[in-house]
Each structure stands twice: as structure tokens, then as C-alpha cells.
């Protein structure tokens, strides 16, 4: 029902920069989606690195705070991280995950993910 599409990943020099974009189909409401960007080096278990409430509340995970930013576009319906500053250890698939709200006491809210794009940073 909902599909999220990654792009902007690349390879890049450490101290560069990069701007990943996730676009959202087939949802209603994407106002009130929670949304998040996750990544996952090879091996090793997925992470959160960044979230976005419906209230424009923002999120970072210690490591990337300052240098990454989180933002979303409701009339667009995309959600956009801007990664600055990048280090070789931010080297990962890069997902986007939106969580459409549940009702209590009549369903639960629901997960989708993107496919994931590829950032690569070299020393």
C-alpha cells in the first residue's frame, strides 16, 4: 500500500557530503507518519540514525548528531537526511521506515521500508 524509494547514495570522500531522499507513495496521510532513517553495515544489525515525528520533533543517534539533519516535506511527501562531514564508519545501506499510526482498540499501526540505497565513504 505505502512505498518508499531511496536515492542519493554514492560514494564520497571522508569530510564530504552527501543528501539521501526517501519518496513516499500510495499513503493518505503522510502527515501523520512517524518516519525514520536506519542503516546497516555489512554483518552487522540495523540502527537507527535519525527520526522525524509527525510534530517535526527530530531524533539522532549520539554518532551522527551535528553532523547529520533530518527533515520532511508534507506537501511532498519525502523525507530527506542530510549527512555532512561524512566518516568512513558511516559506511552502510541507508533504509527509510514510515510508521503509519494505529487506532487503539481497533488495529495496530504499521511498518514499511524502503529497499535501502548504498553510501560508501572512503579515507
Known amino acids: 500500500q505505502v512505498q518508499l524509494v531511496e536515492s542519493g547514495g554514492g560514494l564520497v570522500q571522508a569530510g564530504g557530503s552527501l543528501r539521501l531522499s526517501c519518496a513516499t507513495s500510495?499513503?493518505?496521510?503522510?502527515?501523520?507518519?512517524?518516519m525514520a532513517w536506519y542503516r546497516q553495515a555489512p554483518g552487522k544489525e540495523r540502527l537507527l540514525v535519525a527520526s522525524?515525528?509527525?510534530?517535526?520533533?527530530?531524533e539522532y543517534d549520539y554518532y551522527v548528531q551535528g553532523r547529520f539533519t533530518i527533515s520532511r516535506d508534507n506537501l511532498n511527501k519525502k523525507v530527506f537526511l542530510q549527512m555532512n562531514n561524512l566518516k568512513p564508519e558511516d559506511t552502510a545501506v541507508y533504509y527509510c521506515?514510515?510508521?503509519?499510526?494505529?487506532?487503539?482498540?481497533?488495529?495496530?499501526?504499521?511498518?514499511?521500508w524502503g529497499s535501502g540505497t548504498q553510501v560508501t565513504v572512503s579515507s
Open positions: 522525524i515525528t509527525s510534530a517535526f520533533k527530530t
Open positions: 500510495g499513503g493518505r496521510t503522510f502527515n501523520t507518519y512517524y
Open positions: 521506515k514510515a510508521v503509519i499510526p494505529g487506532v487503539p482498540g481497533l488495529y495496530s499501526g504499521v511498518d514499511y
